[in-house]
């Protein structure tokens, strides 16, 4: 087995722990056979559908869950938004076929970390794992593009537009830990700041940037480089 993709593996240290959400049994037996071969991963549950998924989380409380997009019955991205708010130290990474930027901005703002494509490479999988459950984001690199790309077009169909306001090191901070879905709780813990402080930022930040929502926040922040994004090797 190549070394070299172990070289970021945590040795020593206690295996994540993953859930596996897919309508298709042979998606979730492939993932699970790829990630058993790993030393630093473990296989604590499966799920075939989203209101599944929430059982096995309230179960097995995993560090990991990864999920596809396009399951029947209970919207996936509401699953992530509900174990986002009850479990917020379990991360999530969405597992899809679609690149479409609908998908990706609502898989964002649901509070997952990653967004994979299911031709990723295996060995660029099993990196972006760990990079999620490490507290990193992860966009598989067409995602990625494609993103880029449709807010170029926008940026160009608008023509000559006034230049992003500045914002302070704080500002730049609370952006930061909005887009990789904390919430305003865990952010004023995070920076040892009050509750009030921190909703008053994300208004002023909202009014400043002129951004209604999560999901705009999350794109700007792509944009302007204020989250890091992992796009693989």
């Known amino acids: 087995m190549d070394e070299r993709i172990f070289a970021d593996s945590p040795v020593g240290k206690a295996r994540i722990r993953c859930l596996l959400v897919d309508d298709h049994v042979l998606v979730r037996h492939g993932v699970r056979r790829l990630l058993e071969d790993e030393p630093d991963f473990e296989i604590v549950g499966e799920a075939g ?6 059982s096995r989380v309230i179960e097995h409380r995993p560090d990991l869950v990864l999920m596809d997009v396009g ?4 919207s996936p991205f ?12 379990t991360k999530l990474l969405f597992l899809s076929m679609h690149e479409d930027e609908d998908y990706v901005m609502q898989a964002l703002s649901s509070g997952a970390a990653g967004y994979a494509l299911k031709d990723t490479p295996a060995p660029e999988l ?20 494609r993103l880029v790309q449709n ?30 879905g904390h919430s305003v709780k865990e952010i004023a813990q995070l920076l040892g700041l009050s509750v009030k402080t921190i909703e008053a930022h994300k208004f002023n930040l909202m009014r400043k940037l ?24």
């Open 126 to 145: 099993i990196r972006a794992l760990r990079e999620v459950h490490r507290g990193g984001s992860y966009v598989s690199p067409p995602v990625l593009s």
């Open 78 to 89: 509401e699953a992530a938004r509900l174990i986002q708010r009850d479990y917020p130290h």
């Open 210 to 233: 002129d951004i209604h929502n999560k999901a705009q926040l999350v794109t700007y922040a792509i944009q302007k480089r204020i989250v890091k994004v992992s796009i693989g090797a």
């Open 151 to 180: 807010a170029s077009s926008r940026s160009a169909g608008i023509g000559v537009v006034a230049p992003s306001p500045s914002l302070t090191p704080r500002e730049r901070e609370v952006v930061r830990r909005i887009a990789e």
């Open 49 to 54: 559908n989203a209101s599944e998924a929430l």
């Open 71 to 74: 399951m029947p019955g209970l």
